[in-house]
């Protein structure tokens, strides 16, 4: 099952006076994406915080093909491209949603930790999880 691209608007706020989104943003809207596939999954940041595991961002990159302006709307699709039951990897490709063109292109790492800071294995703590992850990492190939 692939995930369903998440759209967002690009409102005012987030341009330059040329109404252009200014460069930031792209990193929030990846975010929000993350977000909606993690619960996609069913494994939102609010389940996995209920069971203490914490979800940090470990690096982030972007590279920008094209302007969005105000009052564009992107789809961003997001691929699970790497998963070691600690750790994934994803990326990022965001389309105007009326032309299909090539806006933004990125990549996410991330890890799982407990509240003190300690990596946590999805494999052994959470095994329902982990097969969850791993079908989605092994459809993106």
Known sequence: MAFCPYRHK???YETDTMKIVHHSNYIRWM?????DMLE????GYDVMER???????LSVSCCYKSMTRFPETVEICVRLRRYTGVR????YEMRDSATGVLRCTGESAHCFIDAS???I???RKFP??????????EESR
């Not at 996609?40 to 494994?43: E, R, T, V």
């Not at 329902?128 to 990492?137: E, G, Q, T, V, Y």
């Open 10 to 12: 690009a409102q005012y």
């Open 31 to 35: 975010e929000e994406a993350r977000v």
């Open 40 to 43: 996609q999954m069913q494994l």
């Open 51 to 57: 069971e203490g595991i914490l979800s940090p961002v």
């Open 88 to 91: 994934f990897e994803l990326s």
């Open 117 to 119: 800071g300690a990596p």
């Open 121 to 123: 294995s999805l494999k």
């Open 128 to 137: 329902a999880w982990d097969a969850l992850f791993r079908s989605h990492a």
